[in-house]
């Protein structure tokens, strides 16, 4: 079993920045790649960016500029800094750890529970 925990969450007046982190634990080798997605009222969740264990980033272009998200494998963790907030970037933000390389020599995809960000105007 794995478990990611998220934590970073809040209220902050736009233009103001958050840093979101989520650490994985628990049974695997690897994880290929982990991510942000966010959801708002109402909305679809939606990709807001993406790191493979070899550094490599993509991002929404609704974010692009602002935020930027890095990864510790050693500490199984990945961040998300979030600059020059908006009322737009208002959602639940889940982390997602993808081809997660379990003990039961299995690739599973894993979800956070989510972390709320809302940014006042």
């Known amino acids: 079993q794995v478990q990611l925990v998220e934590s970073g969450g809040g209220l902050v007046q736009a233009g103001g920045s958050l840093r979101l982190s989520c650490a994985a634990s628990?049974?695997?080798?690897?994880?290929?790649?982990m991510a942000w997605y966010r959801q708002a009222p109402g909305k679809q969740r939606e990709l807001v960016a993406t790191i493979t264990n070899g550094d490599r980033t993509n991002y929404a272009d609704s974010v692009k500029g602002r935020f930027t998200i890095s990864r510790d494998n050693a500490k199984n963790t990945v961040y998300l800094q979030m600059n020059s907030l908006n009322s737009e970037d208002t959602a639940v933000y889940y982390c997602?750890?993808?081809?997660?390389?379990?003990?039961?020599?299995?690739?599973?995809?894993?979800w956070g529970q989510g972390t709320q960000v809302t940014v006042s105007s």
């Open positions: 997602n750890a993808k081809r997660v390389r379990t003990y039961a020599l299995v690739y599973v995809d894993y």
């Open positions: 628990g049974s695997f080798f690897s994880i290929d790649a």
